[in-house]
């Protein structure tokens, strides 16, 4: 029983390093520990369970909380069995654990601290898995940390080939692959990703878009762009065929559309940006959002469309981007300086400028990152005919040398046989003008674009031929349902008869079954009747309470008369508090569940009476988004509460004089089981944004979110955005005509 329990734990489909288990997996898990008897199982199990809940998406405290339970058990366990193979996978999951609370050295200390014992116990998987994960731990970018990874990660392959766990094995010989293409020694990457394509085929492994992807990067960095098309298509394909929308596919996205656009193709590479940009703004990923918005925008440049390249940089969510880090401030000001000095608003054009040369004045930007600014600067202030600055920037510029495989070698000399013309130097000009078209319109780049179209209309090709052969097997599927419709025929014809022969034998039981329905459809009369009764006593219930709260806010408004203007004040805030419960119970009579309130419908109209309440001289704009949800009265009462003390500060403290336009954004939503409310404002914020200094107001909200084991986020940005995350009680969205 223990062996078959243990094979049982390790063949559950266990997430490889770095991805996240699922329901399906941890209910599995579940199982096996409910009947497990003996200690290295239950042991093992719990730190499973442990891994689930800090892989799991989204960063909830109570998933934390719930894997140091699981961990605090496996100890306990552990300390009568003494097993040394357990001892090292809870050093392991304790270095996860750190590592996603922010403490990455003590984490990464943790996991090193595994490693010995779990090569003593011989628990090659889990010794795999903590390999992998420490080799996470070293710096991508740094040459001598990535030799230290690509070392470490070699031991994970090893030990997952001991195991016999070839996806694991797959997955760290990709590693090995995309580390090496990092180092640009694409010729090792590829032996290690054909190693892995093997192995995955070899099991019939379906998600090999990764692999393909890496292949395709690799062709493309070697200028062979018909391998590099060819893998890519094949990336794509296995994305589609696996419903993949993770990151992964955005690098797949990016990798296409650069392809496209170098073959000339810049309209339809557009999707493919298009695609890759939505995908990481709804995964939140900054870093890949903002690398495919500036491939979008130069896309648009190329197509002479600035107006569409300024619309993709003003949608990005507001907060996605830390504008504070000087790359990401550098790529969008090249974007915009461009975009708008194509679009002729030259002062805005000049503004980023300003705010590029002050970058690379300060040298925040490495020198190739700033080689790449030299030439955006070099360009616009050629536009501007001020040669010498623009000579002072290219200069700058070809200090710092650059491979002629780098894609700045070719706008490089561009820039030098234009600022050659310009200044008269038209000897210097004609020998610049003939390296740029040597090497812009040589044969080689020619022959790729061709094949690039090549493969395009290969791949139209195959996607028709596909159709064409799932035609084919549905005319199949026809066929061989009307065989099955013939056959089900034949057979009912010989059940009627059978049934008719044995019709009388069943008359009595029919009589039988009848007497008992006709029992259960009197209890059923009589159940329903105290449902209903519990329901309209529910509603009354409700009713009154809304009636004697709709008292308390008329006895407030009466007394307001007498009082100072300070005291007015709190009263009116104090009404807004009453009338918040007030609307959520009459919405409880008069709608159709007595226990849930349509949050849409009763943020709506709680948030037009603050408005008219509150408003002053001038008016400020309310923006609402509220889906359609059915909340647990125990939650709406809070969340009406919040809305009122967010809007009510908002209007007391977050607009003056300096603000032209005020306005307040309230949004309420459901992402992934977990509820958010959101409510932005443009004031002027918090000069010590230090919890100390909250009010009443903020400390009540945080209390109450809290209340409903949620949390709350203050971020003083442009004004005020405060959010609240709270797992919703009984939930449920409702359809457009429910409403």
């Known amino acids: 029983m223990r062996l078959l329990l243990f094979l049982v734990v390790f063949s559950l489909a266990v997430p490889a390093p770095g991805q996240s288990f699922d329901q ?35 960063e909830i405290k109570s998933d ?8 605090a058990i496996a100890e306990r366990l552990n300390k009568s069995i003494q097993s040394t193979a357990l001892a090292g996978h809870l050093l392991f999951i ?48 740094d040459t001598a940390q990535c030799r230290k990874r690509i070392g470490i990660t070699g031991l994970s392959v090893k030990a997952f080939h001991e195991a016999g766990d070839k996806v694991l094995e797959g997955n760290a010989l990709t590693m090995q692959g995309d580390l090496h293409c990092i180092l640009n020694e694409y010729a090792t990457s590829n032996v290690y990703l054909e190693q892995a394509l093997a192995i995955y085929n070899s099991i019939g492994y379906p998600k090999l878009q990764g692999v393909y992807e890496l292949l395709g990067r690799n062709c493309y960095s070697q200028h062979d762009y018909r391998s590099s098309f060819q893998y890519t298509l094949l990336a794509l394909k296995a994305a589609q065929a696996t419903h993949d929308s993770s990151m992964q596919l955005v ?14 193709r810049s309209e339809l590479s557009l999707g493919y940006f298009t695609e890759g940009l939505a995908i990481a703004v ?45 790359m990401v401030k550098a790529r969008l000001g090249m974007v915009y300086m461009r975009a708008y000095y194509a679009d002729k608003q030259f002062n805005h054009a000049h503004t980023y400028s300003v705010i590029l040369e002050k970058l690379v004045e300060q040298q925040l930007l490495g020198p190739n990152f700033a080689t790449v600014v030299y030439v955006s600067l070099a360009w616009y202030h050629l536009e501007e005919h001020a040669t010498a600055r623009a000579r002072f920037y290219l200069n700058k510029s070809l200090g710092i040398p650059l ?28 020998y610049s003008l003939r390296t740029y078209k040597t090497d812009a319109d040589s044969l080689s780049g020619e022959v790729n674009r061709r094949q690039l179209q090549q493969l395009d209309i290969e791949y139209e090709t195959s996607k028709k031929a596909d159709s064409i052969s799932l035609l084919t097997q549905k005319n199949h599927l026809q066929h061989a349902n009307l065989r099955q419709a013939n056959l089900i025929r034949n057979i009912t014809i010989a059940g009627i008869v059978l049934a008719l022969a044995v019709l009388g034998l069943l008359y009595r039981q029919y009589q039988l079954k009848l007497q008992n329905n006709t029992m259960m459809a009197v209890k059923n009369e009589r159940l329903e009747h105290l449902v209903n009764e519990k329901e309209w006593l529910l509603q009354e219930v409700n009713h009154r309470v809304k009636n004697n709260l709709q008292t308390v806010v008329s006895l407030l408004e009466m007394q307001s008369d007498s009082l ?14 009453v009338y918040a419960t007030s609307l959520l119970y009459q919405k409880l009579y008069r709608g159709d569940h007595v226990s849930s309130v349509n949050m849409k419908v009763y943020l709506t109209e709680l948030v037009e009476h603050l408005r008219d309440a509150l408003s002053g001289a001038t008016p400020v704009a309310m923006v609402l988004h509220v889906e359609p949800v059915e909340l647990d009265v125990s939650q709406g009462v809070p969340v009406g509460l919040m809305v009122n003390e967010l809007i009510t500060n908002s209007f007391k403290y977050a607009f003056d004089a300096t603000i032209a336009h005020p306005a307040i954004a309230i949004n309420f939503t459901i992402v992934e089981g977990v509820a958010h409310l959101v ?31 949620g949390e709350v986020v203050i971020v003083f940005h442009q004004g005020t955005s405060v959010q609240i995350r709270f797992n919703p009680k009984g939930s449920l969205a409702i359809s457009p005509l429910q409403i």
């Open 24 to 58: 399906r997996q941890a209910d599995s898990l579940k199982r096996v520990l409910a009947k497990a008897n003996d200690g290295r199982t239950r042991g093992e199990t719990l730190l499973y369970l442990a891994a689930y809940h800090i892989r799991k998406t989204g």
């Open 64 to 71: 934390l909380d719930s894997a140091d339970a699981y961990m």
């Open 94 to 141: 304790k270095g996860l654990i750190l590592t996603e609370r922010g403490k990455k050295k003590e984490g990464q200390t943790a996991v090193e601290q595994s490693i010995p014992l779990l090569q003593t116990s011989n628990s090659q998987r889990i010794l795999g898995m903590a390999y992998f994960e420490l080799q996470g731990y070293y710096d991508y970018w």
């Open 251 to 264: 690098t797949v996205d990016l990798l296409l559309a650069t392809l496209y656009r170098k073959a000339g």
């Open 282 to 326: 709804r995964h939140k990923d900054a870093s890949n959002a903002l690398l495919m918005a500036y491939a979008l925008c130069l896309n648009y440049l190329d197509l002479h469309q600035p107006r569409q390249a300024l619309q993709v940089l003003n949608s990005l969510p507001a907060g996605l981007l830390d504008t504070s880090i000087a």
């Open 403 to 430: 491979s002629p495989s780098t894609s700045l070698y070719n706008p490089r000399l561009e820039m030098i046989y234009r600022l050659d013309s310009a200044e008269g130097n038209y000897k210097a000009a004609f």
């Open 564 to 577: 100072s203007d300070d005291a007015q004040v709190a009263l009116q805030t104090s009404q807004n508090r």
């Open 679 to 709: 409510i932005n404002d443009n004031g002027i914020g918090f000069t010590d944004p230090d919890e100390s200094q909250f009010g009443q107001g903020l400390n009540l909200v945080k209390g109450l979110a809290e209340n409903m084991g």
